[in-house]
């Protein structure tokens, strides 16, 4: 503990022992636990555990079971890290390590959706902020010791987002396209796609950085709306994730053998990922937008809404279900939320059956044995060769001609088997990919 800690301790401490066990008997009623002041390090690293489950999606983890704001007198604001927290507030003095250490907690870089933290300060501390930066930075320049310690200011950020842009526009020109969304999807060749692909990445990465900062004013955020707006910027994004997607697979099917402009590229799918626009955003925009009274102020279309959720990388798995799914609503029956999540999953379940029983009565064989000889493998992660040979066995073909059967039936089978397995590896798959 800090000594100013040590001695506030001191005064009054049973009403602050009361104080901390009403505290955590309210923490026990929002989460359902049962902690006590006696084993006060188990709630302790409850709580650490519930901010940092921050990295897990809604879908994945209930928002309810986390945490988004905690209010911390000494403890945290060392030692502790969580590449999730985003802002600290600041309403004490700190100097030296401390502040250092302090402002450290959200300063971890997470990725380039966060490439720093927010520090709001209600305590006027700039000077001593200075006083620190210069001190542990190693520089004896005040001015050098701030370069290397604060970002840009968001004038500055701004324009480097307008060279961006502007830059985005003379490629497009130079591949006589208008500078506009869909014109992407007429560039001809890959040196042209992984042109606009680094182009328009650099255009998100000063967009991402420019959604950090918290003290735009209005006429900067006019400035900013100005130079690309929201709606021209989701679609810019949607191109450019489809495009990646093109690129991506020829990097997966054709490995080293791609050409090394492509086997070099880094999507940053990150860089389009967003915390707003998930699985429940996207369920309770349907369900909004299907009412004949929607409480948000802007009703949204199937098309709308399909263009928001190809603007977002963090769902682009499931984009073509959902997708699919959004074109089987009826818009003009009113929706409700757990009706809709309901809905999806029967809706994936048939989906999944359809194309099981459509690739089945492709190669001759039964619906069931397909789907025990596709889930034994999605159950396990392992592909089993021999499992293969004993699903084609009743067709009683040749070993050439079973050859063939395999590698066809595989060719179908390993978009289903990848869609399946979520992102993870299925061992042994890759030798018919």
């Known amino acids: 503990d800090l000594i100013q800690e040590q001695e506030d301790n001191k005064q009054n401490p049973e009403e602050k022992k009361k104080a901390l066990e009403e505290i955590i008997a309210d923490y026990n009623k929002q989460f359902s636990t049962n902690h006590n002041i006696n084993e006060f390090d188990l ?7 519930r901010i940092k489950n921050q990295k897990y999606s809604n879908k994945d983890y209930p928002h309810k079971n986390k ?3 905690t209010i911390v007198v000494d403890m945290l604001l060392t030692g502790f890290d969580s590449k999730y927290l985003n802002t600290l507030y600041v309403d004490k003095n700190l100097k030296y390590h401390g502040l250092i250490q302090a402002f450290s907690r959200t300063n971890r870089v997470l990725n380039d959706t966060k490439p720093y933290g927010n520090i709001l300060d209600f ?10 930066v210069v001190l542990f930075s190693g520089e004896d320049n005040a001015y050098k010791a701030q370069e290397i310690w604060m970002v840009d200011p968001a004038p500055v950020v701004i324009d480097k987002y307008k060279e961006a842009v502007e830059k985005l526009g003379v490629f497009m020109e130079e591949h006589d396209l208008v500078n506009e969304p869909e014109a992407v999807y007429n560039l001809k060749g890959d040196t042209a796609k992984i042109a606009f692909i680094k182009n328009f990445k650099e255009v998100q990465r000063l967009k991402t950085q420019l959604d950090q900062y918290t003290d735009l004013n209005e006429e900067e955020k006019e400035i900013i709306e100005k130079v690309l707006p929201t709606d021209k910027l989701l679609e810019f994004r949607s191109s450019y994730i ?5 690129l991506r697979e020829i990097q997966k099917k054709e490995g080293d053998n791609a050409p090394p402009e492509i086997q070099e590229l880094d999507f940053e799918f990150v860089l389009f990922a967003s915390a707003i626009i998930d699985y429940d955003y996207i369920m309770n925009l349907i369900a909004d937008s299907t009412q004949k009274k929607p409480t948000s102020k802007h009703k949204m279309t199937k098309e709308q809404i399909i263009g928001l959720l190809k603007s977002t990388s963090n769902l682009m798995d499931e984009e073509e279900d959902l997708t699919d799914y959004i074109n089987s609503l009826d818009w003009e029956k009113g929706q409700n939320v757990d009706d809709l999540r309901d809905g999806y999953q029967i809706f994936k379940i048939e989906k999944y059956n359809k194309e099981l029983a459509a690739i089945a009565n492709k190669y001759g064989l039964q619906t069931a044995d397909l789907k025990v000889f596709v889930e034994k493998i999605t159950d396990r992660m392992i592909f089993d060769g021999e499992k293969l040979t004993d699903l084609l066995e009743p067709l009683d073909l040749g070993w050439k001609a079973r050859k063939v059967k395999e590698l066809e039936l595989m060719e179908d089978l390993v978009p289903l088997l990848k869609k399946l397995a979520g992102g993870r590896e299925i061992s042994g798959l890759k030798a018919y990919e």
């Open 242 to 246: 489809e495009t990646a997607k093109q």
């Open 67 to 69: 945490i988004d704001l």
């Open 43 to 49: 709630y302790y690293q409850d709580l650490q555990t």
């Open 123 to 132: 305590r006027s501390q700039q000077e001593t902020v200075n006083q620190a």
